[in-house]
C-alpha cells in the first residue's frame, strides 16, 4: 500500500487482507437553477445497488458532517469525527482505501480529514468506481461487518484553513492560493458561482477536473502533475491552501500537492460556500 494513493491491481490483490477496510464515500451534487449553490445527495443507494467487494458506505452529508442550516460538508470536531470514525470500523490497527464515483474528490475529502484528525494508514483509490467497473473487476452487493474500533482523534490543525487565515494571505507574497473549480468557474463565466462569481482575488487556477483522464477517473501521471502544479508556481516551498465550492475539489489537489512532496498545504473547508456569501470579503474574475 502506498502512502495516499493505491492502484485497482492492488486493492483486488488484498481484499481479504486482515484489517483492511475499505468505503464508497460517493456524494452527487445538484445545481440550483440559479446556478447560486448546489444540493448534496448521498451515494448510498448506488453503493446498495453493487459495490467494491469488502466496501461500506460513509456518509458525507451526514455523519462525517457537522449540521448547518448555511454551508454543506462542514468539517466535524475532533470527538464527534472520532465517534463517527470509530462507529464505521476505522481505528487503531486498520487500513483504510476510500473510493467514489466522482473523480475521485469525495475520497480524497475523506483522506484529508482522517489525515487532519491524525489517523495516517489510509489512502484513495486511483480512479475509484469507475475504474474498478470499466477493468471488469467484481463487484458485490453483501454489506460488510466492520467491527467498531477505537480512534484516536490527534488533530493536526494546519491542515484545515478558515475565513480568517484565507483574508489573512491576501496580497501576502508567502502564500499561494489555489482554486480547483473548473476554468470557467474561475473566470466567473460558467457554471456554480455560489452567489458570486470569480475567484478569490490572487489565487490561481489548477481544476481538480483536469488532474485526473476522463476516461479512467485515474489521476495522470505525477511527473505530468508535477509540470502543471510547478508552472503555477506553488512547489516552492510556500504554504499553499486550496478552496473550491465547499472544500471538495479542493481535497483532490491537495491530495496531489501532497503526493508531489509540499508540506504546508491546508484546505479551506468552507470555500466560496462561506466566501463568496459574504459580501465585505472580495471576489474577482480577472486574473493576478
Known sequence: MSDMLVSTDWLQRHLETPGLRIYDCTVHLHPWPDGAGQTPESGFVEWQAGHIPGSAFI?????????????????????????????AGIGEGTRVVLYDRALNRWAARMWWMLRAFGFDTAAVLDGGWNRWVGEGRPVSVDP??????????????????????????????????????????????????????????????????DLVDSDTHAYLPLAELRQRFAAAGVLDGRPVIVYCGSGIAASSDALILTALGAHDVSIYTNSLQEWAADLSLPMTTEEQ
Open 59 to 87: 456518509d458525507l452529508t451526514g455523519e462525517f458532517a457537522a449540521p448547518s442550516d448555511r454551508f454543506n460538508f462542514l468539517v466535524l470536531g475532533p470527538e464527534r469525527f472520532a465517534q463517527a470514525a470509530g462507529k
Open 144 to 209: 460488510p461487518q466492520y467491527p467498531s474500533a477505537c480512534f484516536d482523534a490527534r488533530p493536526r490543525y494546519g491542515l484545515i484553513a478558515d475565513k480568517t487565515q484565507v483574508a489573512a494571505s491576501l496580497g501576502n507574497p508567502g502564500v499561494h492560493l489555489v482554486n480547483a473549480l473548473t476554468a470557467e468557474q474561475h473566470e466567473g463565466a460558467g457554471g456554480v458561482h455560489y452567489g458570486r462569481p470569480g475567484h478569490i482575488p490572487g489565487s490561481v487556477n489548477l481544476s481538480a477536473r
